[in-house]
């Protein structure tokens, strides 16, 4: 069975930094795209990020372009995001989910996709 869990979210000042850990059970980094969404208060589930099952390409939203880098290690089985230069407008739940890709999709990732299994969710907070 399939488990997601986030980690690393807290508070932190404007222009701080914070990294994020999505930790997988029962499946494999390499069959699996990872993505990382935020959903803040009164607002919609934003894609931010997303690395392929090839660990070859990767995907930003356009808040995250430039401040925040996916990365991953296979052996750990855990997705990091990198977040720097954080913003107010930042803060909200950010959760890790899996997308089983057919081999044929290893170099794809979709931050708008459907994604199969999902985490709980870790707050941050970017305090002005």
């Known amino acids: 069975q399939a488990h997601v869990v986030e980690s690393g979210g807290g508070l932190v000042q404007f222009g701080g930094s914070l990294r994020l850990s999505c930790a997988v059970s029962?499946?494999?980094?390499?069959?699996?795209?990872i993505g990382w969404f935020r959903q803040a208060p009164g607002k919609e589930r934003e894609g931010v990020s997303c690395?392929?099952?090839?660990?070859?390409?990767?995907n930003y939203g356009d808040s995250a372009e430039n401040r925040f880098i996916i990365s991953r290690d296979v052996a750990k089985k855990t997705v990091y995001l990198q977040m720097d230069n954080l913003k107010p407008e930042d803060t909200a739940v950010y959760y890790c989910?899996?997308?089983?890709?057919?081999?044929?999709?290893?170099?794809?990732?979709?931050?708008?996709?459907?994604?199969?299994?999902w985490g709980q969710g870790t707050q941050v907070t970017v305090s002005s």
């Open positions: 989910a899996a997308d089983f890709v057919p081999q044929r999709r290893s170099g794809i990732c979709n931050i708008n996709g459907d994604y199969d299994h």
């Open positions: 029962g499946i494999s980094l390499d069959y699996y795209a």
């Open positions: 690395i392929s099952s090839s660990g070859g390409v990767t």
